[in-house]
């Protein structure tokens, strides 16, 4: 089966945005909530202290090290953040320029081609897909996604994509 597509911002922004939270939303909710657990044992110990209890010096360095873990996540998540989005921003110029982008679903490969690439990737080469949102990611053994969704070829190319790379990659993995 061969899909051809004319490249559409929002949907691929909004594919971006649930791949970035795929891969790091875990993340950053177990750091956002030690953030708030680093505060608690902080101000406790602070609490402590005060009623001169020496606990709240154990406290107030657990705290600490809760913090400085979160923060040291905070700036490194800041750093990825900007770097994903000059990139989206590089691809989202190129592909204006050159909207077409076609995928190949055959049953020895896989391919995806646009402007600058003609990818041709075996089965075997995949890892794993996830449907999220009406959205079927296919990504690769090398970490590299590919995005197809319901929006951009309708419900019934949809449903065919979805149903082969479920047979082709249990298929492949079963081997």
């Known amino acids: ?104 679903f055959n049953d020895e490969f896989f391919r995806y081609s646009d402007y600058r690439e003609n990818t041709t990737i075996e089965w075997n080469e995949f890892s794993t897909f996830i449907e999220n949102d009406e959205n079927v990611f296919i990504i690769t053994k090398n970490f590299q996604p590919f995005v197809l969704g319901k929006s951009e070829i309708g419900n019934e190319n949809y449903n065919k994509i979805l149903n082969f790379v479920v047979l082709k990659l249990q298929t492949n993995h079963s081997k």
């Open 1 to 104: 089966m061969i899909v051809e597509l004319q490249f559409n911002e929002p949907i691929y922004r909004k594919q971006m945005e649930m791949l970035y939270e795929m891969g790091y939303g875990r993340e950053k909710r177990y750091y956002k909530n030690s953030n708030y657990l680093g505060f608690g044992f902080f101000f406790i110990g602070i609490v402590a202290i005060a009623g001169n209890a020496n606990i709240g010096y154990l406290l107030m360095i657990l705290g600490l090290a809760d913090l400085i873990q979160y923060y040291h996540f905070f700036f490194k998540q800041k750093k990825i953040t900007q770097e994903y989005e000059e990139q989206q921003l590089e691809i989202v110029a190129l592909l204006k320029e050159n909207p077409k982008v076609v995928f190949e």
